[in-house]
């Protein structure tokens, strides 16, 4: 290649590379943060998005020093974007076996100021200007999450409601929705009916059975003790001291393990456990419809300690009851329909061992359940003579 041949070569290529840089596409570009707790621990992650600018509406912005309405649509759908982000609220989620816990920013985007930089830049020859925004976030963060020491999943309590009918349903995922993302405070006591609060169709349950009385009767919030006994699972699992808790007067197939179990019926009988992590503790609730499973899990801070619940030791068995009678009005006279099965009288020990980060046992407690016999309920007309 003659010298001449060489430069001619060189000019091209730099000819190129001028054009290629003037053809750049202008760019608005946001910049934030969002945290997360992964593994005990808070970390910081940046977000960065980006929108192309026209080249010809940012060459009329340049000529008549001011932003040319034809980046308008642009604009508008990019400030649409940016407001759509809502805030939401920090929450732990399973991912690949490792809980984290995320949040959502929610961002407000400031147009004039945004335009401001548009024009600046524009007018300056650069190729991005910054968005202008104000980050919203969420009561409930994960500053907020840490700063209470909740870093950890501590322990998950579950359950199945499957085969129950839709009344029980009902009832169980209105009283789970109650109890999903809430604190317990160190040293507060948790308090079952008080943070249910009222039960009837105010707060949106129905009516459903409930023993009462020897035989099964309709009352409000029928199933809710399915709701109950799982927050007690996962509470217990955590190592809380019980400062109140009842079986049912007899074994409940749903309740299964034999024994594994809190019941409720305000105001009489309630289920109270104290936290004694030193900090706070979160509970979220989580259910599947199809499988008809319940699930509680408590996150807090890791206290090293370690807690095994053993199985049911089931003894002092005892035949079933009676049958009993309680009215239904679907039932014709004369007939009847199987409302509950009979049941075993019998006793059931379940063991709890806390032990200490060393390996050392530092309680141990039994749980212990006495259930009476139990005989079939059958739904029968209201004018029957057997009621």
Excluded at 267 to 278: V, Y
């Amino acid at each position: 290649m003659t010298r001449l041949s060489f430069l001619l070569t060189l000019g091209l290529c730099g000819a190129t590379s001028a054009q290629a840089a003037t053809d750049a596409p202008f760019k608005l570009i946001l910049r934030a943060t969002e945290q997360k707790i992964q593994k005990g621990e808070v970390k910081t992650a940046e977000i960065v998005k980006s929108w192309k600018l026209p080249a010809a509406g940012v060459a009329a912005s340049k000529k008549n020093s001011k932003v040319s309405t034809t980046l308008s649509p642009v604009l508008d759908k990019m400030f649409d974007q940016i407001n759509a982000r809502a805030p939401r609220p920090a929450s732990f989620r399973n991912v690949g076996g490792s809980w984290v816990a995320t949040q959502q920013t929610g961002w407000i985007a400031d147009k004039d100021a945004t335009k401001s930089n548009l024009l600046k830049a524009i007018m300056a020859g650069k190729d991005s200007a910054e968005v202008v925004f104000k980050a919203v976030v969420p009561e409930r963060s994960v500053k907020v999450l840490a700063g209470r020491g909740v870093l950890w999943h501590v322990a998950s309590g579950n359950s199945s409601y499957k085969g129950s009918p839709d009344f029980r349903v009902k009832n169980v995922l209105v009283g789970a929705s109650k109890l999903d993302n809430f604190f317990i405070a160190p040293d507060h006591e948790f308090n079952f009916n008080e943070e249910i609060g009222q039960i009837d169709a105010s707060t949106g349950f129905v009516k459903g059975f409930v023993i009462s009385g020897g035989t099964l009767t309709k009352e409000d919030g029928g199933g809710i003790c399915q709701v109950s006994t799982t927050i007690f699972r996962a509470l217990y699992q955590a190592g809380l001291p019980i400062t109140e808790r009842h079986e049912h007067s007899h074994r409940v197939s749903y309740y299964d393990p034999v024994g594994y179990e809190a019941t409720v019926y305000a105001p009489s009988k309630n289920l109270r456990m104290k936290n004694d992590t030193g900090k706070h503790l979160f509970i979220q609730a989580a259910w599947d419809t199809k499988a008809q499973t319940l699930r509680f899990d408590v996150f807090g801070a890791n206290t090293g300690r370690t807690v095994s619940v053993s199985k049911p030791v089931i003894s002092n068995f005892k035949a079933p009851a009676n049958p009993s009678y309680t009215p239904d009005p679907s039932v014709a006279m004369g007939g009847r329909r199987v409302l509950d099965t009979p049941m075993q009288g019998m006793t059931s020990l379940i063991t709890r061992t806390i032990k200490s980060p060393s390996g050392a046992v530092m309680s141990k407690d039994t749980l212990k359940s006495v259930y009476n016999p139990w005989g079939a309920v059958y739904g029968v007309n209201p004018k029957d003579g057997r009621l």
